[in-house]
């Protein structure tokens, strides 16, 4: 497809793209201009059908699959569609880790790792440490009777969870919450040193552990069979914070909004009739926390939904529109008709389907559960239709989650002194010393003519200078000797300044 030269043939492309809709419609939907609102996908799927030519950044076609089939058949159909960057046929390739764009047996290489290592973590392990972090996070608030569940609990959790997992102290799980906020501050020069930040987190906690490997998850993809290489495991877990962290917050606060905001809910979930488990997938369902997810890359020409789609052309897939499908979505509005239904897409389909299903699962039960447990008396202190949610499309949740609640009359505990850090372990090295010049303490000196004289003659000895840097008693050792931090304590060392 000829693509032109500059902004003129880039906007040729769209409109050659918007002309090829079977149903019409007009020009492409400009979604890069819909940052911060939400977009009509009803109205959308009115106008185009359910394939809908957009524009991802000005001049840069691409097509919205809004229907459910459309969706599903995209992310299941590696024959036909790609995940791989690199079929893109105009357009900067965006970033999304090597196991996300890759096809067939590169992407299981790196991906069964990574699922193994999931596998790991039972219920058993990841139960207690979520509760753990969640009560610490609570009980900093407990007292107030107010709080922002987003802000004071929903965001850091995931992060200092997956922290644990990895096999770290919670002091590295606090630098990696603090550069995760960094990252997403929407300031350039604190985002680019956040991401410096990131990278090194997961490059030092890959060599920590190839050094000293425990019962984590980062052990375990370690010592998996693929044998990943350093950079290769430290993209892996870098893709599993990033797809884990994120998300799995905005889960946890359009949970949180949906049980405080919907008395129907609320009653079914407390009551029991609307198992934790199954509140979970109506979530998904009805808000999902990713709304589009790039991308798709066809292969070669071919039609899709009655549409002439060229070969590299990007598809975005429309989670949130695809489960407002009318031919799927018919008991939307109907709690108990969604609960327990696992055929969304939130999860994604195919090959490249969220490992970590049951793991953020049993997340979510968990921290929901402590919170309402914690949290007497819990209720919106805003109205539902008065909170900023986050930028549209791709990751959706409510920027903030302000409550009330019944204080527990208790002083909210100190906050946390930074646990000290191991400190370097200096061994001290008692040398072993010649043996003293032959003196009159241990043999009299040789009189002359080889005779022994008839009184030992005292022979001075030398007073040696004592080396540079040495104490009274022993020798300091040479600051050289001193080993050097391995590049975590030194990141950790780096922000704490």
């Known amino acids: 497809?000829?693509?032109?030269?500059?902004?003129?043939?880039?906007?040729?492309?769209?409109?050659?793209?918007?002309?090829?809709?079977?149903?019409?419609?007009?020009?492409?939907?400009?979604?890069?201009?819909?940052?911060?609102?939400?977009?009509p996908w009803d109205l959308l799927r009115e106008r185009y059908g359910p394939l809908a030519p957009v524009e991802l950044g000005p001049g840069e076609p691409g097509w919205l699959l809004l229907g459910y089939k459309e969706?599903?058949?995209?992310?299941?159909?590696?024959?036909?569609?790609?995940?791989?960057?690199?079929?893109?046929?105009?357009g900067p390739e965006p970033f999304r880790g090597r196991a996300l764009a890759r096809d067939g047996e590169d992407?299981?290489?790196?991906?069964?790792?990574?699922?193994?290592?999931?596998?790991?973590?039972?219920?058993?392990?990841?139960?207690?440490?979520?509760?753990?972090?969640?009560?610490?996070?609570?009980d900093r608030v407990a007292a107030e009777g107010s709080a922002d569940l987003v802000g004071h609990f929903a965001a850091p959790l995931p992060a200092l969870?997956?922290?644990?997992?990895?096999?770290?102290?919670?002091?590295?799980?606090?630098?990696?919450?603090?550069?995760?906020?960094?990252?997403?501050?929407?300031?350039?020069?604190?985002?680019?040193?956040?991401?410096?930040?990131?990278?090194?987190?997961?490059?030092?906690?890959?060599?920590?552990?190839?050094?000293?490997?425990?019962?984590?998850?980062?052990?375990?993809?370690?010592a998996h069979p693929h044998a990943l290489d350093d950079g290769e495991a430290a993209e892996a877990l870098a893709l599993l914070w990033q797809s884990g962290h994120e998300p799995t917050t905005h889960l946890l606060g359009n949970a949180l909004l949906r049980l405080l905001d919907d008395p129907a809910v609320w009653?079914?979930?407390?009551?029991?009739?609307?198992?934790?488990?199954?509140?979970?997938?109506?979530?998904?369902?009805?808000?999902?926390?990713?709304?589009?997810?790039?991308?798709?890359?066809?292969?070669?020409?071919?039609?899709?939904?009655?549409?002439?789609?060229?070969?590299?052309e990007p598809l975005l897939m429309g989670l949130a529109p695809a489960h407002g499908d009318p031919g799927v979505a018919g008991g939307r509005d109907d709690t108990m008709a969604l609960a327990g239904n696992r055929s969304h897409l939130a999860w994604g389909a195919g090959a490249h389907r969220c490992p970590a299903t049951a793991l953020v699962r049993e997340l979510v039960?968990?921290?929901?559960?402590?919170?309402?447990?914690?949290?007497?008396?819990?209720?919106?202190s805003v109205e539902?239709?008065?909170?900023?949610?986050?930028?549209?499309?791709?990751?959706?949740?409510?920027?903030?989650?302000?409550?009330?609640?019944t204080?527990?009359?208790?002083?909210?505990?100190?906050?946390?002194?930074?646990?000290?850090?191991?400190?370097?372990?200096?061994?001290?090295?008692?040398?072993?010393?010649?043996?003293?010049?032959?003196?009159?303490r241990y043999q009299a000196p040789m009189a002359e003519g080889g005779e022994q004289g008839d009184r030992a003659v005292p022979v001075a000895r030398p007073k040696r200078a004592a080396p540079a840097g040495a104490g009274a008693r022993y020798q300091a050792p040479f600051a050289g000797n001193e080993p050097e931090p391995d590049p975590l304590e030194q990141l950790l060392r780096d922000w704490d300044r």
């Open 107 to 138: 992407h299981q290489r790196l991906r069964l790792p990574v699922v193994e290592a999931l596998a790991s973590v039972g219920t058993p392990t990841l139960v207690p440490v979520v509760e753990r972090v969640a009560v610490r996070l609570l």
């Open 384 to 405: 539902a239709g008065h909170l900023r949610r986050g930028p549209a499309p791709g990751l959706r949740g409510p920027v903030e989650l302000p409550v009330w609640f």
């Open 267 to 312: 009653t079914a979930y407390l009551g029991g009739t609307l198992a934790p488990e199954d509140f979970v997938d109506y979530v998904m369902w009805t808000d999902p926390p990713i709304d589009v997810l790039a991308g798709r890359y066809p292969v070669t020409d071919l039609n899709l939904a009655g549409t002439r789609i060229r070969k590299g």
């Open 161 to 222: 969870v997956l922290n644990e997992l990895f096999g770290l102290p919670d002091e590295y799980g606090r630098l990696l919450l603090r550069l995760s906020r960094d990252h997403r501050s929407g300031d350039p020069e604190r985002a680019g040193a956040a991401e410096h930040g990131l990278r090194s987190y997961f490059r030092g906690l890959v060599e920590r552990k190839r050094a000293a490997p425990g019962q984590d998850v980062t052990s375990a993809l370690l």
């Open 365 to 380: 039960r968990t921290a929901i559960d402590t919170a309402l447990d914690r949290l007497r008396g819990l209720m919106l």
């Open 1 to 39: 497809m000829h693509q032109g030269s500059g902004s003129a043939g880039r906007g040729d492309a769209v409109h050659e793209a918007a002309a090829r809709c079977p149903h019409g419609g007009g020009a492409a939907y400009p979604l890069h201009r819909n940052s911060g609102s939400e977009v």
């Open 71 to 90: 969706n599903l058949q995209a992310l299941r159909d590696q024959t036909r569609f790609s995940a791989d960057p690199a079929h893109r046929s105009s």
């Open 407 to 440: 204080p527990t009359g208790e002083p909210a505990p100190e906050a946390e002194p930074e646990p000290e850090r191991p400190r370097t372990v200096r061994r001290w090295v008692r040398r072993k010393r010649k043996p003293a010049p032959r003196g009159a």
